[in-house]
């Protein structure tokens, strides 16, 4: 068992990383939330009929009363509409300020659940259960959590921190290949801003198997990196936009494909490799940078190139949150294990990714 603890002032949580670990929810939630008699435990249609059943039965034997909501799985439902129904459920089901959330399923479902957390009764304790790589290694940390507005992804949404971040390794095992590609390739990330030791270590194991026979150490070194990203820039005008490596141009084709044609993993990855070539470009990024990311993502079952349209570049850039008037500010590499925020014209940003991107 690995544990991790993000220690924000009044706020510190642990996150735990074990091996049939859901079994064990009940306990670790207990001493977690010691004045909760109700937990209101949300999942969605994929994760019920796999995980629901266990988690639920540990709830409860630890002495909870435990109510369940779950809703159709996909990035559609984390919409306002499924947002106010939580809410009614929970009043529904008497839930208190001193009773908890527990979010139990994916990004989706954290993020939705964690919002619905943060703004019930102006703020109840949530504890988060991830069962997706890309949740484990960056959703389910942090504190970010939000609905998708129909001018955007997360566009309403707050900085609230769960009380807990329980992680199952074995989860992973029900995941498809892509979708674990996916999750992969926020784990790559943290090794191309962060730590080439860990970059390295990813290189040297190209299949989903030999990631999976060492899952423990590379979820506990990407939390570890979040973690400590999230306490020096809680509230994300730092070094947390790091983490945006890879995701203004993964933006353009996530909204290129309408959000299904591309998963955010998919897109992130070939967004790392466009970012890799502007910094070559810039004179920021060591040559040999966009290769090796190139590889490493080629190798784990992930597209390197992804062709958006320029029209729809154009547009991505304009909707970046990292964006202030004419400025946005991109996140390039030095080297492998060495990122910096780089503040340029949208324009100047245009005319390079148009030179490297072509229209
Ligand atoms: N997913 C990026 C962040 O948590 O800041």
């Known amino acids: 068992m690995k544990t991790l603890t993000v220690a924000l002032p009044g706020r510190a949580y642990d996150i735990r990383i074990e091996r049939g670990l859901l079994e064990k929810a009940g306990e670790a939630v207990r001493e977690a939330c010691p004045k909760a008699k109700r937990l209101f435990v949300v999942t969605d249609s994929n994760v019920l009929p796999l995980y629901l059943g266990r988690v639920a039965d540990s709830l409860k034997k630890a002495g909870f009363q435990v109510i369940c909501h779950s809703f159709a799985a996909g990035e559609k439902a984390k919409c306002a509409e499924n947002l106010v129904a939580l809410w009614e459920k929970m009043m529904a089901a008497g839930l208190t300020r001193t009773d908890g959330v527990v979010a139990l399923g994916g990004g989706v479902v954290g993020d939705l659940a964690g919002f619905a957390a943060a703004t019930i009764l102006r703020g109840v304790d949530y504890i988060q259960i991830p069962t997706t790589l890309l949740a484990q290694v960056d959703s389910s940390v942090g504190g970010k959590v939000a609905i998708d507005l129909q001018a955007g992804k997360n566009l309403a949404g707050a900085f609230w921190q769960p009380k807990l971040v329980l992680m199952d390794p074995d989860t992973l095992d029900t995941l498809t290949d892509a979708t674990f590609s996916g999750g992969m390739a926020e784990v790559i990330k943290y090794g191309c801003i962060w730590d080439k030791n860990f970059f390295d270590f990813l290189a040297a194991r190209p299949s989903r198997a030999q990631i999976m026979a060492d899952i423990e150490h590379v979820l506990y070194t990407c939390c570890d990196v979040k973690r400590q990203v999230v306490e020096e820039d809680e509230r994300d005008t ?27 993993g998919e897109a992130v990855a070939a967004g790392m490799c466009v970012a890799a070539r502007l910094g070559v470009a810039l004179g920021v990024t060591d040559t040999a940078v966009p290769q090796d990311i190139l590889n490493v993502a080629a190798s784990l079952g992930l597209p390197t190139h992804i062709d958006c349209g320029w029209e729809t570049m154009v547009q991505a850039v304009g909707l970046d949150k990292k964006r202030t008037g004419d400025d946005i500010t991109m996140i390039l590499l030095e080297r492998i294990g060495k990122a910096k925020p780089v503040k340029m014209k949208k324009d100047v940003l245009l005319e390079h990714l148009n030179a490297i991107y072509g229209r």
Request: glycine content about 14%.
């Open 238 to 264: 730092g070094k947390r936009m790091l983490l945006n490596f890879g995701h203004t141009v993964g933006h353009a084709f996530e909204l290129a494909g309408h959000y299904t044609e591309w998963s955010h």
